[in-house]
């Protein structure tokens, strides 16, 4: 089974501080995706990865970056958090090729507050 | 850009009875693919039951359908003999030529003993 982790289920940061989330997947999957998840707005792509060292913006990058140095793991950086920032982020991963019909894999799932 | 339109924002359903969830998409491809997500609370998300565009049939996976009008863009799914272990938030997703993934708002579907 393809898994998916990320490093904290809860984290708590105070504004102003750099914040990083991590997301780890066991699969060689080519593609990886960052999503937050808010109330009334469904998920909304953040940044994805097409593979190492590759990074594309989604629909909502601003305030964020991102890092893929490996091929499992893609961090999620929020440079100087701020409150609008609290949210539940969500990280994918997909596998390349075939047809688009493939699955994305979720993990379970950072919920972040920011003081 | 595509969008993904779920409005119901919360369902019910008592146990062993059917529901359906209702979701439309906007967008100008003809080529596609439609997806329905289930988030349980606290628990990973996970993919109920996919389809193509090009397949006039509807698929099924168990207890899980979807009534699929392409003309309408329309993409529903219903669920059978509802079970506790169905309460959950359902997306439905819609994924085009530039392989990102669109989602709806969900629906928080609460099934009753």
């Known amino acids: 089974d393809v898994k998916v982790t990320q490093s904290s289920r809860y984290l708590v940061k105070r504004t102003g501080e750099k914040v990083f989330l991590e997301c780890v997947q066991d699969?060689?999957?080519?593609?990886m995706f960052w999503y937050r998840q808010d109330p009334g707005l469904g998920l909304r792509l953040i940044y994805f990865s097409y593979d190492v060292k590759m990074k594309e913006k989604g629909d909502i990058p601003e305030g964020y970056s991102v890092s893929r140095e490996k091929k499992e793991r893609f961090s999620l950086i929020l440079e100087s958090a701020s409150t609008n920032q609290t949210s539940m982020y969500l990280c994918?991963?997909?596998?390349?090729?075939?047809?688009?019909?493939?699955?994305?894999?979720f993990g379970p799932g950072t919920r972040l507050t920011v003081l | 850009a595509q969008t993904v339109t779920q409005s119901q924002p919360e369902m019910s359903v008592q146990e062993a009875e059917t529901v359906t969830l209702s979701c439309t998409y906007d967008?100008?491809?003809?080529?596609?693919?439609l997806f329905w997500y289930k988030q349980p609370p606290s628990r990973q998300m996970i993919l109920v039951i996919r389809?193509?565009?090009?397949?006039?049939q509807n698929a099924t996976e168990n207890r899980f359908s979807v009534n699929f009008q392409k003309a309408a863009k329309s993409f529903s799914l219903k669920i059978s003999d509802s079970q506790l272990g169905d309460a959950a938030m359902y997306f439905c997703?819609?994924?085009?030529?530039?392989?990102?993934?669109?989602f709806g708002a969900g629906t928080r579907l609460t099934v009753k003993p």
């Open positions: 389809q193509e565009a090009y397949k006039q």
């Open positions: 997703a819609y994924r085009g030529n530039n392989n990102d993934m669109r």
């Open positions: 967008t100008s491809e003809s080529d596609y693919y």
């Open positions: 699969m060689d999957h080519e593609n």
């Open positions: 994918a991963s997909r596998i390349l090729g075939g047809s688009s019909y493939n699955e994305q894999f």
